[in-house]
């Protein structure tokens, strides 16, 4: 129809707002990524590895570690994505894939004592990231963000 051709030639102020919204959260994607990663380049880390390491190190998953399912759905990130990754970790001593005792058919990943040593070590230069790039947002900017972040990714996983 006439209508839906003239809308989608000349896209109204909610779209150009969506848009922008959208065109920054990409932007601030790929530089949290590349500034990140000069915080944890003398660790021979990723963004994608801290992500990680840094699932696999929080107390309630520390010792049991987690399926491969539960850190694709923690990370939202693919399975093809992920298997470089823990490859890559694997391969450095840093996490191990073991047999979940309470299914053997599946298996968990869970930080070696190598990973837990190398991701306390990173905490102090994460932490500094974390400090420069929030730096211009007060405590109060920073809680609301994180709620509205949560809310846009609770929409995307519903879409």
Known sequence: ???????????????????????RLYQASNLMHRQGTRYVDQYGTTTQQWAVLGALA????LEKGMTVKD????LAVSRQNLT???DRLEGR???????????GRSRRVRLTRKGTTAWDGMLVPIEDFYTKALSSFSHSEQLTLYKLLDRLKTSLTQI
Not at 71 to 74: G, K, S
Request: glycine share 4%.
């Open 1 to 23: 129809s006439k209508k839906v051709a003239d809308k989608a030639a000349k896209p109204g102020v909610a779209f150009d707002v969506a848009n922008r919204v959208f065109f």
């Open 93 to 103: 001593g840093l996490i191990e894939r073991v047999k979940d005792k309470d299914d």
């Open 58 to 61: 929080r107390p309630i998953v």
């Open 71 to 74: 850190l694709i759905e923690f």
């Open 84 to 86: 470089a990754v823990l």
